[in-house]
């Protein structure tokens, strides 16, 4: 990483980052980059690819439309109810 993506990040991040702060940062992205370089050394060609690590699968159930409740049982606790709809104070004028 060099200091003007550094100072871009500081920006877009709304950070005052100390002079000691920045050489941290910069000493730790470099240690995370040397680590994603040493991979390309490693030989992948046997391994398959693949686009997750573990199998997905996707769970699917019967969709079946059931009433679990009766509307009128519902309503016994409404303040006020007509004709199978709940009655409620108008909010908007």
């Known amino acids: 990483m060099d200091k003007e ?3 871009r990040l500081e920006l877009l991040n ?7 702060e920045k050489a941290s940062f ?6 995370r980059y ?3 370089c ?3 050394s490693i ?10 690590v573990m199998p997905v699968m996707t769970v699917v159930r019967e969709d079946v439309v059931k ?3 009766a509307r ?5 606790s409404a303040p006020e109810t007509d004709e199978g709809y709940w009655c409620v104070p108008r909010v908007v004028e």
Do not use: I, P
Not at 14 to 20: A, D
Not at 43 to 52: F, I, L, N, Y
């Open 5 to 7: 993506t550094l100072r």
């Open 14 to 20: 709304q950070l005052r980052l100390t002079e000691e």
């Open 26 to 31: 910069m000493k730790f992205f470099d240690e």
């Open 34 to 36: 040397e680590d994603a």
């Open 38 to 40: 040493s991979l390309d």
């Open 43 to 52: 030989d992948t060609s046997a391994v398959e690819r693949m686009v997750h």
């Open 67 to 69: 009433q679990n409740f």
């Open 72 to 76: 009128e049982d519902l309503q016994k």
